[in-house]
């Protein structure tokens, strides 16, 4: 089967209807910004990571990455601890709260997917699966295999 010559395009156009369709499931709360939830799902993807290594995975100055943690932890959804192997280091750990806002989003987020999914016929579903399975898998063969890469799509 030969490829349509407009796939890309087509995928780009289903990419940026499925950005809108998270987007607007995640703008129903009022808590943080988009910028920092990518941040509370760092923090809870690399356990163990103090400021620094926050930076390195938004790739900005350690003090930009210290601002958002204040913000953070002014609403109570962060806690800077020191590491109890080195108290020099201090080690940045998501609250109870910030680990059930993030539930909650992801829920809000695959609802809203699944709302757009039961509008589509069941065989057109398995073909979807498979078609991204397989993107996915070719995906990953052209990217080196680091935590880091997959943490920055959070």
Known sequence: MERPPNLAAAIDTAAEAL????DSATA??????PTQLRVLSLIIAHPHSNVNRLAELLDVVPSSASR????????GLLRRVADP???REVRLIPTA???SLLRELKERRHQAVQAVLDRMPNRVQHELLLALMAFSQ???VGTPASSDSTA???
């Open 85 to 87: 192997r080195d108290r």
């Open 68 to 75: 958002l943690c204040d913000r953070l932890e002014a609403v």
């Open 138 to 140: 070719a995906a990953a």
């Open 28 to 33: 129903r709360h009022n808590v943080v910004s």
């Open 19 to 22: 950005v809108g369709v998270l």
């Open 152 to 154: 920055r799509t959070a």
């Open 97 to 99: 709260a910030a680990e």
